[in-house]
């Protein structure tokens, strides 16, 4: 058979997922050999190459939205996956509590405090800080070689508060936060606590510190204390959520809204209504439409028609299509290879770096994967 290529009116038709309004269609990848006769699907690197494009529409160090585009569904959900569960981060893993008077259980205290999210010097976290192995014994005694605590692999953290009465309130005031001194128990309250070489990565702005400082971690009362001692270690969202260097990650398909025939004047701002601010605009209709034969606009110069603006905006929910007047005149749908991403950073990582991150984690997995191949003779 011989060999043939699609046009580009096809291969866009093809990428887009139909949104009806009571059915989804074509949610299936059609880009795989054997599908279309004739047509030559291999993988092809030069092709992700040349169609593989990454657009940010809003980067700052807590959140950043881009979109990855001529991707397949399977490695963009890898990337999400590996920001969530498989980028490292510091977090409190053991609390030793010294002392606790509140109301808070030590368990539920140790908790809290394990889900503070940190940071620090980059180069610190990155390059100095390494994993931590617990001790097959168990650990137990005074001595590194049975703990495994070293300044490579733990950061030692120290909260020691105690509630007092203020003698300098005013006489009949029910404020507890001015009736007392700490009353109210904040992540600033817990103090870092440098050993070996950490003040060389550690120190200034690059100390280690809460992200949040007026994270309430408890309520205290005149006689109440806490005193314990913390040390935090690397680890990954897998093992647990407090490592994950991400509070939220997530992707959505680019919405696309195609108007097949006109909308004009009071449908045309009841259709704006239809989807959220910014994605449907409003313009008048020019002389030079009006005046073009089977353009729909015939006799309709200076009155407003509905233009799309900002598919992006849109939440598809499908509003415009239960709408009789609509029918036939708009068909949404959703590109499969656009993926828009919102990455929310807990502070330890930038966001847009988390992503960067993500991709150097794939590429190792591919590269320890293609050796095993290699070793097994594949």
Not at 243 to 265: E, Q
Request: charged share 30%; net charge negative.
């Amino acid at each position: 058979m011989p060999r043939r290529e699609p046009s580009e009116e096809e291969v866009e038709r093809r990428k887009i997922v139909g949104i009806n309004a009571e059915t989804i269609t074509d949610v299936s990848s059609t880009d795989y050999p054997g599908v279309y006769p004739g047509e030559d699907h291999s993988w092809d690197l030069d092709k992700i190459r040349r169609t593989l494009q990454i657009e940010f529409h809003h980067n700052e160090p807590l959140l950043a939205s881009f979109s990855l585009i001529g991707a397949d569904a399977s490695i963009a959900n890898a990337f999400r996956r590996i920001m969530i569960a498989d980028v490292p981060t510091l977090a409190i893993e053991t609390v030793y509590i010294d002392n606790n008077t509140s109301v808070i259980q030590d368990e539920v205290l140790a908790h809290r405090l394990g889900l503070i999210p940190f940071r620090g010097g980059r180069e610190g976290l990155d390059k100095f800080m390494k994993w931590y192995k617990k001790p097959d014994n168990g650990g137990g005694g005074d001595d590194d070689a049975n703990t495994g605590y070293f300044d490579y692999n733990t950061v030692a953290l120290r909260l020691s508060v105690e509630c007092t009465h203020n003698e300098a309130a005013a006489p009949g005031e029910t404020d507890p936060t001015k009736l007392y001194h700490h009353a109210h128990v904040y992540a600033k309250d817990i103090v870092f606590e440098p050993i070996g070489r950490q003040d060389q990565y550690f120190s200034g702005e690059d100390a280690i510190a809460p992200v949040h400082p007026d994270i309430l971690i408890a309520k205290l009362r005149p006689g109440q204390e806490i005193h314990c001692t913390m040390h935090m270690h690397k680890g990954v969202g897998s093992d647990h959520a407090k490592f994950s260097p991400v509070a939220t990650a997530s992707y959505r398909l680019m919405p696309t809204i195609d108007i097949l025939r006109p909308i004009i004047g009071a449908d045309a701002e009841k259709f704006a209504k239809c989807f959220p601010p910014g994605v449907i605009g409003l313009e008048k209709v020019t002389r030079k439409e009006a005046a073009r034969q089977g353009s729909g606009y015939e006799g309709h110069e200076g009155e407003l028609k509905a233009v799309v603006r900002d598919p992006m905006r849109d939440t598809v929910s499908r509003e415009c299509l239960r709408h009789d007047e609509f029918k036939d005149k708009v068909k949404l749908g959703r590109r499969r290879d656009h993926f828009i991403y919102q990455v929310e950073s807990t502070g330890q990582w930038d966001s847009d770096a988390i992503f960067l991150e993500a991709v150097a984690h794939l590429k190792e997995k591919a590269r320890r994967l293609e050796k095993q191949l290699l070793e097994m003779g594949c």
